[in-house]
């Protein structure tokens, strides 16, 4: 059965203090892992897309990286308006619907 | 720049009653996607809908659930006859196309079942 494990739950961060979140997946066949960020009581906002180990992508602060059986998405510097939830979701080989985990509540403070 | 939009935002209703949430998906998308997050918990996938005619659905999206596309530019998901469980926000999404595209979702519904 697929399955998408992310760490920590919350994390707390002072301004500039980078740090990386977790994503462990577990599919049969991985044709593509995605990055969202969900600020409180909106829809998921579309990051990144990541396709096959080795892959690294960057927007702003953020970078998302990719190997056979997780994903890390740093930041680096972050600052207060980076405060909000981090989903991770895996789509497997045999189907369109995207598998989401718990996702990561990070809280920025200056 | 095109974005989902979803109706109503926030829409309360008692125990067996019928609702019908609404999206507009992204005009040039050909997939569509309804998906819910109960409070606290992972959003999950209830079904996707492409070429007019459900491609996949879980196990929630059971015989009180259905969708449809009524024109050229609405996505509706009914729930025949609500209960308390079905409280939740329920997102609409859209992707270009089938396979590794990405799926851009709406601000949702929250849906409040007295």
């Known amino acids: 059965e697929d399955q998408v494990t992310q760490s920590p739950e919350a994390l707390r961060l002072q301004e500039g203090e980078s740090s990386s979140l977790n994503c462990s997946y577990t599919?049969?066949?991985?044709?593509?892992l995605f990055w969202y960020r969900q600020d409180p009581g909106k829809g998921p906002e579309f990051l990144f897309t990541?396709?096959?180990a080795g892959e690294e992508k960057e927007k702003e602060r953020l970078k998302a990286t990719l190997t056979k059986k997780e994903s890390f998405l740093h930041i680096t510097a972050p600052k207060p308006e980076d405060s909000a939830t981090y989903l991770c979701?895996?789509?497997?080989?045999?189907?369109?619907?995207?598998?989401f985990g718990t996702g990561t509540r990070l809280q920025v403070f200056p | 720049e095109p974005e989902v939009t979803q109706t109503p935002s926030h829409q309360v209703t008692q125990m067996g009653q019928e609702v019908i949430l609404r999206c507009v998906p992204i005009?040039?998308?050909?997939?569509f996607y309804w998906y819910r997050q109960i409070l606290g918990q992972k959003v999950e996938f209830l079904v996707s809908f492409y070429n007019n005619e459900i491609s996949e659905k879980s196990e929630i999206f059971d015989d009180q659930f259905s969708v449809e596309r009524p024109d050229g530019s609405n996505f509706t998901l009914k729930i025949r006859s609500t209960k308390l469980e079905d409280s939740a926000m329920y997102f609409c999404?859209?992707?270009?196309?089938?396979?590794?595209?990405?799926?851009?979702f709406g601000p949702g519904t929250r849906l409040t079942v007295l």
């Open positions: 005009s040039n998308h050909l997939y």
């Open positions: 979701a895996v789509q497997d080989a045999n189907t369109d619907k995207l598998i």
């Open positions: 990541l396709y096959s």
């Open positions: 599919v049969s066949g991985l044709r593509g």
């Open positions: 999404a859209s992707s270009h196309d089938r396979g590794v595209y990405e799926q851009f």
